[in-house]
């Protein structure tokens, strides 16, 4: 089975632990954990199957969209046998004007 390796960039690691930290304040401790665990998991399997997701190349050339659990949306991009988790959005954030106005150079960077 073909492997990538897995990178998330410092706006992913930032969302990341932002929803951790709303998750721990509003569900406790134990929740905001599991559910960033689970989610840090759900990435870790993009770098076995990375095509199953959508590809949105309307907003960026190269990049994808998953979901997670009906809440949140990883937006990376697979590139030299790379996965680079590029952002993270949560509960109803606009990931499409996010993404839609960063630059062509940002998502081959990755």
């Known amino acids: 089975m073909k492997r990538y390796h897995l990178v998330f960039t410092p706006e992913a690691v930032d969302q990341l632990i932002s929803i951790e930290r709303f998750l721990t304040e509003h569900a406790g401790p134990a929740t905001g954990q ?5 989610l840090v998991r759900f990435c870790e399997s993009l770098q076995y ?6 590809h949105r190349d309307d907003l960026r050339p190269g990049l994808r969209i998953a979901t997670f659990k009906k809440r949140v949306v990883i937006a990376f991009a697979v590139r030299n046998k790379t996965v680079s988790i ?8 606009n990931y499409e004007t996010a993404l839609g106005s ?9």
């Open 49 to 54: 199957f990375p095509d199953r997701c959508v």
């Open 86 to 93: 590029v952002r993270i959005f949560y509960a109803g954030q």
């Open 34 to 38: 599991r559910f960033a665990d689970e």
């Open 102 to 110: 960063g630059t062509k150079q940002e998502t081959e960077e990755t």
